[in-house]
DNA sequence: TGACATTAGTTTCATTTGCAACTAATTTTA
DNA sequence: TAAAATTAGTTGCAAATGAAACTAATGTCA
């Protein structure tokens, strides 16, 4: 009954702290929490609120189809994240009357309120967060991230509507 | 009627896509998406379940609050996960007979099989994700990322069991 | 034009998730 | 040693999630 010796003396090993797409999922669980921490605590909405507000807030006026694209939603999510928000009325709707399936959502006066509050808030948070960084080594990172990101992308196979 | 004038003026802006937290998130989505897919594709398990296997692969046998700790799991996921491979034979638990609050989970033979398909599987997959990027970049990559993981950690702030 | 296919967006449903409360065992402390 | 606190692990419950089905509108093609 001695303790721990690898089991597996003919499989491959494998070091699940060291295999990539566990540490990029893990690292952007740790983005999610706490910059959902931020949002909850401050102004009540959650992840996805959130993003529909930051393209919103990035792009005036658009359809919640371009709102998933851009923001990597399923469309259910913004379905949803769009319904509360015009709960709350921080985002309003107009239909587009060149095509009635879909219609324009935008932030409200109260909405881009919140969008003035937020973004110095996400910013100061990824600030505090690369804060020290080497900046080349950032830029390597940033340039390696993207690749990763499109690569991944296609990797997951489901090209159409991701979520996330 | 014109489209798409920025509307905050005075807000400072921040673009989503060249966010941070917002890119690791979706890297990160785009990691568990791809990789569920093979796992559950090849043998009908899921993230949780092979994070579990993955480390009684690695480690041999482990208590179920060490699974956690290692594979950043929350206990109830843990507790889920465990459960449900060994529903399939895939695991199997002895009591600790000096601690009896816990257990000591292990890879059953058909277990061990199947681990020794996942990994050169994983393996693979990850080796496919980072082809053609330039070593000394993956480094760089692989360090920050390390940073990233460290800081993310406190500032996602509920230090104590956080689950991804 | 009229049938068929496609698209935007919503809703239903089943699954997954995490929190909180819980049980049972162990450790601490007074 | 007895009460209080802590810990491992499970379960109940409510919220979040995604797949699939659906509605309504538009586009295609014969």
Redesign the pocket.
């Known amino acids: 009954m001695s303790t721990n010796p690898a089991p597996s003396p003919e499989a491959e090993t494998l070091k699940l702290e060291r295999f990539l797409p566990y540490r990029l999922n893990v690292v952007g669980f740790f983005a999610s929490r706490a910059l959902g921490r931020i949002y909850g605590e401050h102004f009540g909405i959650?992840?996805?609120e959130w993003r529909v507000v930051a393209q919103l807030g990035e792009f005036g006026k658009l359809?919640?189809?371009?709102i998933g694209e851009l923001a990597q939603m399923?469309?259910?999510?913004?379905?949803?994240a769009?319904?509360e928000l015009q709960k709350r009325g921080l985002v309003s709707r107009a239909e587009n009357r060149?095509?009635?399936?879909?219609?324009f959502v935008a932030l409200t006066p109260a909405g881009q309120r919140i969008y003035a509050h937020i973004v110095p808030l996400a910013l100061a948070f990824e600030a505090r967060w690369i804060e020290g960084i080497a900046p080349d080594e950032l830029k390597v990172f940033e340039r390696v991230l993207s690749t990763l990101t499109d690569r991944g992308r296609l990797l997951a196979g489901?090209y159409r509507?991701v979520?996330?």
């Open positions: 959650g992840i996805p359809t919640s189809r371009d399923h469309k259910t999510k913004v379905s949803r769009v319904a060149e095509d009635r399936r879909e219609s489901g509507d979520e996330t």
